[in-house]
Structures are given as C-alpha cells and as structure tokens.
C-alpha cells in the first residue's frame, strides 16, 4: 500500500507515519488511554513538506519535538530521515486539541501527558 504507481512512497503515507509516530509517544510514555480514558486527542491541523522520497520497504528513522505545549494542545514537529541521514526527507507538523471523550469539549492535557510532552518541549 505504501508505493504508489511512481514506485515512492505515497504523500498520504508521510501523515500516516506522522499519526504512528505522535501516538506512540503519547500512549507509552505520556499514558494516554485511546480506548477507554476520558481525555483524546483531536487533530486540528497538520502539515508536510517533502524534500525527497522514500519508497517500501525502506527502513525510515522518525524525529519528534514539541514546538508548543499549550493548557489543551499542542504542536508537534516531525521530521523524516532516511537511516543514518542528517536531512530530513520530510517534515512537518500536527496540532492535537485534548478534548473529553464524551463531550469532544477541550480539556487540560493530564499530568503524565503534559510531562511527557514537556520532555520534547523546546526550551
């Protein structure tokens, strides 16, 4: 799925690999719950720019840093790089609005999480 007809990874991938990567380090060092806890992350924005491409089944090396930790959101930039690369191939960025599940209303971002993410924080 991830080559297209050009024999490169498709440009929808990146966001795939954009989504796997913020969501891994949400859920095991920030803890967030995505099946039953009482806060999730709703994207409000995201953006990619390529530089050059990769094709399947290339291994790729993902980089992440939060340029901006808000009460409720946050901005995430990401960078992808070909191994042992010091040119991103691609980046970008995600914003996530935390919101309560129920009421998909914002909420603050729980502790552990906003330790976590303060750990990628640009300071």
């Given at each position: ?19 796997t ?5 949400l ?42 930790l ?54």
């Open positions: 799925m991830d080559n297209d007809v050009y024999g490169h990874v498709n440009n929808v991938v990146y966001y795939s690999y954009f989504d990567l913020i969501n891994r380090y859920i095991d060092p920030g803890g967030l719950d995505i099946h039953a806890g009482e806060v999730i992350g709703i994207v409000a924005e995201t953006g990619c720019r390529f530089h050059r491409s990769f094709s399947y089944p290339e291994d790729i090396d993902a980089g992440l840093r939060v340029a901006r808000g009460t409720s959101s946050v901005r995430y930039e990401v960078g992808l790089f070909g191994m042992g690369e010091n040119e991103a191939r691609a980046d970008g960025h995600f914003v996530h609005v935390f919101v309560d599940r129920k009421t998909r209303r914002p909420v603050p971002i729980p502790p552990r999480l906003r330790e976590a993410l303060a750990l990628l924080a640009d300071r």
